[in-house]
């Protein structure tokens, strides 16, 4: 029969094995899969883990494309197997003159390089491309970093590591104590959607980056009463509005229709002050009669609504960046970026359009750093978490940054992309995460 495994990590294996087999030797295909010490493997199946290694897995229920959840803990010392201790944890403790105090930075500084804000904040500044991804993915830290108020930059940069080493604190001791709990259980749920989220916002920016960027709204020029307006063309509104403003600049106040006044809801509420109910609007050569709503508070001069495009039969080309009016035969340019009135940037300025660039330049080359160190580690450790003997750092500088909250996995290429420079490192890892 064929037995699905899936990891915490979202990892599959199929594995083709007798129903009779005894779990113990299951645990032992499953080292072969995973790489797993067949010893520290835990299975759990239907919610439950299954802790008689002597039972077949008949006996526990599981039949032909079942799927069970194995996951890999950690074995206690000899102590606390032996007399019930509980297991101390010494990798923090500092030993004056000892080796973890010089090995593992390539800057030679014996602190945490968390403790060190003004070397994190040199290097984030000599990066403009790590910048830019921190505005994206951070920006209460990007805004103390610009600010140039070292003081606030250090309070923001500690307040987040607190709080990054606090919550995997937190997630290690409940697997450590219960990985079956109902709440280790949640923040294991939690972790995979972070990564499956991440996982997706790499794809798109990958293979669909264009949506990234921010999308011209539809603009024509037109004249109403002689004056030139720029009117947004919106096939999704109901009614053609105006502003109050615009029509007092046209000199048509004078034909409003107060009794039509009421309430325009929609994404917000606005007071309709009357319509004016025949006008006629310039495009181009043509003259197309409609009517108005007038708004008192429209950032927009005019909008043309579905009521004037269905009248004048319009067609909204967006290949050939042209509306054209069916009852005329006569089409318009939407107007280019640059042409826009300021309303019209309802998504932002200039400025993003060049930041979510270098985002993804910056993505794409993290990205093809990732790929390459994990092809050069892929030799020395089975699940691309290993060090190698070419490493410039040590466990010890890999055990500092995981402590910070990052992964092990990034912690080790971001080293190697810096050649074991800690304080590099870190900006580059703060950069790339995200901050909820």
Same mark, same amino acid.
């Given at each position: 029969?064929?037995?699905?495994?899936?990891?915490?990590?979202?990892?599959?294996? /199929?594995?083709? /094995?007798?129903?009779?087999?005894?779990?113990?030797?299951?645990?032992?295909?499953?080292?072969?899969?995973?790489?797993?010490?067949?010893?520290?493997?835990?299975?759990?199946?239907?919610?439950?883990?299954?802790?008689?290694?002597?039972?077949?897995?008949?006996?526990?229920?599981?039949?032909?494309?079942?799927?069970?959840?194995?996951?890999?803990?950690?074995?206690?010392?000899?102590?606390?197997?032996?007399?019930?201790?509980?297991?101390?944890?010494?990798?923090?403790?500092?030993?004056?003159?000892?080796?973890?105090?010089?090995?593992?930075?390539?800057?030679?500084?014996?602190?945490?390089?968390?403790?060190?804000?003004?070397?994190?904040?040199?290097?984030?500044?000599?990066?403009?491309?790590?910048?830019?991804?921190?505005?994206?993915?951070?920006?209460?830290?990007?805004?103390?970093?610009?600010?140039?108020?070292?003081?606030?930059?250090?309070?923001?940069?500690?307040?987040?590591?607190?709080?990054?080493?606090?919550?995997?604190?937190?997630?290690?001791?409940?697997?450590?104590?219960?990985?079956?709990?109902?709440?280790?259980?949640?923040?294991?749920?939690?972790?995979?959607?972070?990564?499956?989220?991440?996982?997706?916002?790499?794809?798109?920016?990958?293979?669909?980056?264009?949506?990234?960027?921010?999308?011209?709204?539809?603009?024509?020029?037109?004249?109403?009463?002689?004056?030139?307006?720029?009117?947004? /063309?919106?096939?999704?509104?109901?009614?053609?509005?105006?502003?109050?403003?615009?029509?007092?600049?046209?000199?048509?106040?004078?034909?409003?229709?107060?009794?039509?006044?009421?309430?325009?809801?929609?994404?917000?509420?606005?007071?309709?002050?009357?319509?004016?109910?025949?006008?006629?609007?310039?495009?181009?050569?043509?003259?197309?009669?409609?009517?108005?709503?007038?708004?008192?508070?429209?950032?927009?001069?005019?909008?043309?609504?579905?009521?004037?495009?269905?009248?004048?039969?319009?067609?909204?080309?967006?290949?050939?960046?042209?509306?054209?009016?069916?009852?005329?035969?006569?089409?318009?340019?939407?107007?280019?970026?640059?042409?826009?009135?300021?309303?019209?940037?309802?998504?932002?300025?200039?400025?993003?359009?060049?930041?979510?660039?270098?985002?993804?330049?910056?993505?794409?080359?993290?990205?093809?750093?990732?790929?390459?160190?994990?092809?050069?580690?892929?030799?020395?450790?089975?699940?691309?978490?290993?060090?190698?003997?070419?490493?410039?750092?040590?466990?010890?500088?890999?055990?500092?940054?995981?402590?910070?909250?990052?992964?092990?996995?990034?912690?080790?290429?971001?080293?190697?992309?810096?050649?074991?420079?800690?304080?590099?490192?870190?900006?580059?890892?703060?950069?790339?995460?995200?901050?909820?």
């Amino acid at each position: 029969m064929k037995v699905t495994l899936t990891t915490l990590s979202d990892d599959l294996y /199929v594995l083709d /094995v007798s129903e009779d087999l005894e779990l113990e030797n299951f645990k032992a295909f499953c080292e072969v899969e995973t790489g797993f010490p067949a010893p520290e493997i835990s299975i759990a199946f239907n919610g439950r883990p299954l802790l008689d290694d002597k039972k077949t897995l008949k006996d526990h229920g599981i039949q032909d494309g079942d799927i069970v959840v194995i996951q890999h803990m950690q074995q206690r010392g000899p102590q606390s197997q032996n007399f019930g201790l509980p297991a101390l944890d010494f990798s923090t403790i500092q030993v004056p003159g000892g080796p973890s105090s010089s090995s593992g930075s390539a800057s030679g500084s014996g602190s945490r390089p968390d403790e060190d804000p003004k070397a994190i904040k040199e290097m984030l500044l000599s990066h403009p491309e790590q910048v830019a991804l921190l505005k994206q993915n951070n920006p209460r830290l990007a805004d103390a970093l610009l600010s140039g108020n070292m003081d606030a930059f250090t309070n923001v940069l500690q307040e987040q590591m607190a709080a990054r080493r606090d919550q995997q604190d937190k997630y290690r001791r409940m697997l450590s104590a219960n990985p079956f709990d109902a709440e280790a259980q949640r923040l294991i749920a939690e972790e995979i959607k972070r990564k499956n989220i991440e996982a997706n916002m790499e794809a798109a920016i990958e293979y669909n980056p264009e949506t990234f960027g921010s999308v011209v709204m539809l603009y024509i020029n037109c004249r109403v009463n002689g004056h030139p307006v720029k009117a947004f /063309v919106d096939s999704g509104a109901q009614a053609t509005i105006m502003s109050s403003a615009c029509a007092e600049r046209c000199h048509i106040m004078r034909l409003v229709d107060t009794r039509w006044s009421g309430i325009a809801k929609g994404v917000g509420e606005q007071r309709i002050i009357g319509r004016i109910h025949m006008m006629q609007i310039q495009i181009e050569n043509d003259h197309l009669t409609t009517s108005f709503s007038v708004l008192q508070d429209q950032p927009m001069d005019m909008l043309l609504g579905l009521d004037m495009l269905r009248r004048h039969e319009c067609v909204l080309d967006l290949k050939a960046n042209v509306l054209r009016i069916g009852t005329t035969g006569t089409e318009t340019r939407f107007l280019p970026e640059n042409e826009l009135p300021d309303c019209a940037r309802l998504f932002g300025n200039p400025e993003d359009a060049v930041r979510q660039v270098e985002k993804m330049e910056m993505d794409k080359a993290l990205e093809d750093s990732r790929k390459e160190a994990e092809a050069t580690s892929s030799g020395a450790s089975t699940s691309g978490t290993g060090l190698t003997p070419s490493d410039s750092f040590g466990e010890s500088a890999v055990q500092e940054l995981v402590a910070m909250g990052f992964p092990r996995e990034q912690v080790i290429i971001e080293l190697r992309n810096f050649n074991g420079d800690k304080n590099n490192a870190v900006a580059a890892l703060l950069a790339k995460s995200l901050k909820y």
